[in-house]
C-alpha cells in the first residue's frame, strides 16, 4: 500500500507596478481564483519554486521574493482531490506585463489586494490575501 505523505509546496502573491496582485483561476481548484504555486522539487529551494513556479504558470519572472508564513491545508474541499498540503507562503513583484498562462489556469486577472478579497477566492487564498494585506500596511 502506498504510503500517503502530506504536499510540500509553495505559493506566491506576485504584485505589479501599480500595486495589483495576480490571481488565476484553476479547475484544479473548482474554477475559484487562487494564486501561482506548486510543489517543491526534490534539492530544490522554496524561493526557488516560487520564481519556477510563477515563470512555469503566468509566464513572469519575478523579484524580491519575500517569504511570508507557512500554512497547512489539510484535505480542502476546493481542491480536485484528496490532499494534504503544507505552503510556503510568499510575495514577490514583477516589472513584466504580458501573462501567459500555462494548461494549469484558465484565467487571470489583477486586482488590488482589497479588491481581490471580493473574488470568489478558496479559503486558503482568502486567508493568504488577508495576511499579505496586514504585512503591507
Known amino acids: ?3 500517503l505523505t502530506p504536499r510540500v509546496c509553495v505559493g506566491v502573491i506576485i504584485s505589479n507596478p501599480k500595486g495589483e496582485i495576480l490571481l488565476i483561476r484553476s479547475h484544479k481548484w473548482k474554477n475559484q481564483w487562487v494564486v501561482p504555486g506548486g510543489g517543491i522539487e526534490w534539492g530544490e529551494k522554496a524561493e526557488d519554486t516560487a520564481k ?8 513572469l519572472a ?3 521574493v519575500t517569504f ?3 500554512e497547512e491545508c489539510i484535505f480542502p474541499n476546493s ?3 484528496e490532499q494534504h498540503f503544507i505552503f510556503f507562503d510568499y510575495y514577490a513583484k514583477t516589472s513584466d506585463t504580458k501573462v ?6 484558465q484565467e487571470f ?6 479588491d481581490a478579497l471580493k473574488m470568489d477566492l478558496n479559503k486558503s487564498t482568502k486567508g493568504f490575501v488577508e495576511k ?5 500596511h
Request: charged content about 40%.
Open 68 to 70: 511570508l508564513q507557512v
Open 62 to 64: 519575478i523579484t524580491e
Open 1 to 3: 500500500m502506498e504510503k
Open 109 to 114: 486577472r489583477w486586482a488590488l489586494p482589497e
Open 79 to 81: 481542491f480536485q482531490k
Open 52 to 59: 519556477r513556479e510563477a515563470l512555469e504558470e503566468t509566464g
Open 100 to 105: 501567459t498562462l500555462n494548461e494549469e489556469a
Open 132 to 136: 499579505f494585506l496586514a504585512k503591507k
